[in-house]
């Protein structure tokens, strides 16, 4: 099914590590090809610690054959891996945050995962990357297209687009 991850990385050399979660993302057991990227932005940090530095953001689109918590539980493996400590307070900086977004058509609520993404249709950090390679998507439960939430957020912070090609 064609699922969508939110990547993002506020320090270290974040572009890095976005490049090499892509790497280890794409090999993980269930993903296969095509796997499209969006462009990288940057963004101011939200609800996190004053003084924080700006995310780096992406999206990632791909084909998965599996369970969603099952790809979950290879994300926050994979946070590790990266450099994220597996206890970790809320919004704090991170050197790689991975987040299943979306799974095909599937909405789904319980106590180990939310999809598509709880906060998903409020943040231009996930909206923009998304809209760059999936504008006319429809989440499950919705009923705009990414674009057309996008057009409508009202939410301040700031997204530049860095990288289209990474």
Not at 108 to 128: D, G, K, M, S
Request: hydrophobic share 45%; net charge negative.
């Amino acid at each position: 099914m064609r699922t969508g991850l939110g990547l993002g990385s506020n320090l270290g050399d974040r572009l890095a590590r976005l490049r090499e979660a892509r790497e280890r993302i794409r090999h993980l057991p269930g993903v296969r090809d095509p796997l499209v990227s969006a462009p990288v932005f940057e963004s101011d940090p939200v609800g996190c610690d004053p003084g924080s530095p700006p995310f780096l953001n992406t999206v990632l689109e791909l084909e998965y054959e599996g369970h969603p918590v099952t790809l979950l539980d290879a994300l926050l493996a994979l946070e590790v891996q990266l450099g994220r400590p597996s206890k970790h307070p809320r919004n704090a900086a991170r050197a790689i945050d991975l987040d299943v977004l979306y799974a095909g058509n599937l909405a789904l609520r319980n106590e180990e995962i939310v999809i598509p993404h709880p906060r998903l249709h409020q943040r231009r950090f996930v909206l923009a990357p998304l809209a760059a390679i999936a504008p006319d998507r429809i989440l499950p439960g919705g009923e705009r297209t990414i674009a057309e939430l996008l057009a409508a957020l009202l939410d301040p912070a700031g997204v530049t687009l860095v990288q289209e090609e990474w």
